[in-house]
């Protein structure tokens, strides 16, 4: 070689040391560049055919849903089922559109026989008692084991080791809970008199569909938490557990004149007098074993209130709680450790009112009432009586040392005996917040989700009652009674009233109103009865948020709409829509929304007490008037023949959702 090509050589290598590397097919980047300088005929390599890179698959950028209609009684059949009407738009990063059409498919309706894994079958939404033991309805002439007609909050989760005989495609597991069941054989209420089943199905996902059935039934033993009271809203933990709540506590101060936890106990124990009141009002928390089992432990340090639907922030240690109470508060726990609620600091909000009408507004300061562990609690819990713990007086004891306090819609005199802070704060939550200057003013607060994109919680206030509207806990604000969502903005470097920083960075700091949540009450009924305006959202309750989806889905417990509607509400566009109507008289629950379980979305979704007829009569038994004056009469047989008498709720989900990648 010359030392002219040897320098020309040197010259592109030199060139190539300083260049990033292309790939080409078939040849080095180096011997290609050779070629086009002039090098030796020796060094020469054939020049490759360049490859197109294979584009990027498109991936989900937008979604929309269509409205559906409100069913009327043209169509008495949609209104006492669940029916979808809506269509899912989606848009790709490609520019391409397809639309989905939802439908809602039951896993079950509660009282039928569901195979138990085992070879064998049981009773889906069954009761048992701390022995594991059905408990049996004696008003029935064939003593028939009760169930459930009110499943409520449910959790979607997977687990990578799970292995469960049947299962041909994916194996799925869903946590379902019931609250009550609403009435005996013979008719009587039976509200809060049944300890809270709890169950773990094992789904098989089919891999190309996602398509979910029903394979396994499995009832938790509750018996290590001593039973679980009345659990309604529910969510699942970053960490995969279900999170589950006891709302409505019972009151430890009057226990002994309480026929209804006296009922509970009884059913429960076998003995009236066995329960104690401060085991219940706390949160419980399932985790799911790999072969469709699961345990339950209960944490006592989170406050005793009235739990219904919690949210845990993506540090996994801040959980904000709704407390769906008359004379409730906003509450907040941080757990000591992430992914761990066994210790931690309790607070409760302070609402600093800004504004009053539309839903009002306010900043949110935040109080400490005490750090614990669930098992200092717990040991408090076994051994005191409320009198250990408080005085508290229903009539002013003209006593200096006793403080007024709201408490259940009237006024409680209390006063804390010495020493006994930590059990007041932990088992006499709602009475001693209200003693530390929290804002015990909310009516019906329900489900909490999060926003964690743009750091916004979202709280549902179901019902905007006269404890909110009368200065309780500094609240004063206009309504409307209907309720409404609030959106909570979310920051780091909080200070509680002492002055001691809150160690989470997802603390809320202000509390207001959704315009296009707020609902708008009616002042007469329209023509089919309804008391809020039907093309509106209306009590409030379960909520949870697609982050993918950047949608909002609200279930309602209305009192106010004949028929109760999941709506679907993007945060982007604040397009608001209908996508799913409850049978009459049934109240939207189960909300769960998940992104991504092996690739799918879904929406899981139940109701219960179907057919809870408001009506009133006259004494010849004529309706007349009530929310479902104008429709009861007609649809009452159509329920009961779909939902066993009466006496059934369906347990599902909507289908239909894309992969969303």
């Known amino acids: 070689m010359s030392e002219y090509h040897d ?30 300088c002039g090098g030796d005929n020796d060094d020469v390599l054939p020049v490759p055919t360049p490859v197109a890179p294979t584009p990027a698959p498109a991936t989900l950028t937008s979604v929309t849903f269509s409205a559906m209609p409100a069913p009327t009684l043209a169509d008495a059949a949609k209104m006492a089922t669940t029916s979808v009407g809506s269509t899912m738009s989606a848009t790709y990063s490609d520019g391409t559109k397809q639309n989905y059409s939802l439908k809602y498919e039951a896993f ?52 990578a080791n799970a292995k469960v005989d049947g299962v041909k495609g994916n194996p799925v597991f869903a946590v379902v809970q019931f609250e009550y069941t609403s009435k005996n054989v013979k008719g009587d209420s039976m509200y809060g008199m049944l300890p809270s089943p709890i169950a773990i199905l094992t789904l098989d996902q089919d891999k190309t569909t996602g398509a979910l059935s029903l394979v396994k039934y499995h009832n938790v033993d509750t018996s290590p938490a001593n039973g679980l009271w009345i659990t309604c809203g529910a969510s699942r933990s970053p960490w995969n557990t279900h999170l589950s709540s006891e709302e409505y506590e019972p009151d430890a101060t009057v226990v002994d004149k309480d026929t209804q936890f006296q009922a509970f106990s009884t059913n429960l124990y076998g003995d009236a007098r066995k329960a104690n009141p401060y085991h219940y009002g706390h949160l419980p928390e399932v985790t799911v074993n790999p072969d469709g089992t699961g345990s339950i432990k209960k944490h006592y340090c989170l406050g005793r209130i009235s739990h219904e639907l919690v949210q845990v922030m993506p540090d996994e240690r801040t959980v904000l709680m709704g407390d769906d109470a008359t004379n409730g508060g906003l509450f907040m726990f941080v757990a000591d450790k992430a992914q761990d609620l066994s210790a931690g600091a309790l607070y409760v909000a302070k609402w600093n009112q800004k504004t009053a009408e539309n839903g009002g507004s306010a900043d949110l300061t935040w109080i ?64 001693y917040a209200a003693l530390k200057g929290g804002s015990l003013g909310f009516t019906k607060m329900e489900g909490t989700t999060v926003n964690a994109k743009d750091k916004i919680a979202y709280s549902a206030i179901a019902s905007i009652g006269s404890a909110m509207k009368d200065g309780s806990g500094g609240i004063s604000i206009k309504g409307p009674s209907a309720g409404a969502v609030y959106a909570l903005n979310m920051k780091g470097g909080q200070k509680d009233d002492t002055g001691a920083a809150i160690n989470s960075e997802w603390v809320p700091v202000d509390m207001a109103a959704v315009p296009a949540l ?80 092996n690739g799918f979305a879904y929406i899981m979704s139940n109701f219960q007490h179907a057919g809870d007829w408001d009506v009133s009569k006259d004494a010849s038994g004529n309706v007349t008037g009530g929310l479902h004056a104008k429709v009861a009469g007609t649809l009452d047989p159509l329920i009961k023949a779909n939902y066993r008498g009466g006496y059934g709720a369906a347990v599902g989900y909507l289908t239909g959702l894309p992969q969303l990648g």
């Open 7 to 36: 320098s020309s050589r040197r010259r592109v290598l030199k060139f190539l040391s300083g260049a990033p590397l292309l790939p080409l097919a078939g040849a080095s980047t180096a011997a290609a560049l050779l070629t086009a």
């Open 108 to 159: 079950f309706v509660t009282g039928a026989m569901v195979p138990n894994g085992n070879g064998g079958t049981i009773l889906a939404g069954g009761y048992y008692d701390i022995n594991n033991k059905p408990i049996l309805d004696k008003t029935d002439a064939g003593q028939r084991q009760f169930f459930s007609d009110c499943p409520d909050g449910s959790s979607l989760l997977k687990l």
């Open 368 to 431: 400490l009432l005490g750090k614990a562990t669930s098992a200092e609690i717990k040991a408090l819990a076994d051994k005191l009586k409320a009198a250990d713990i408080m005085g508290v007086r229903t009539a002013d004891p003209q006593d200096a040392t006793f403080k007024k306090i709201p408490f259940s819609g009237k006024s409680n005199w209390v006063k804390v005996n010495p020493g006994m802070e930590q059990a007041a704060a932990f088992l006499e939550t709602h009475r």
């Open 518 to 597: 707020l609902s708008e009450d009616l002042a007469t009924p329209d023509a089919l009865g309804n008391k809020a305006n039907a093309d509106k959202v209306a009590n409030p309750d379960n909520i949870k948020f697609s982050e993918k989806l950047r949608t909002l889905f609200i279930g309602e417990d209305s009192s106010t709409h004949v028929n109760n509607f999941l709506w679907a509400y993007n945060v982007d566009t604040k397009a608001l829509v209908r996508v799913l109507s409850n049978p009459a008289g049934a109240e939207s629950t189960g909300l769960h929304a998940v992104d991504d379980i």
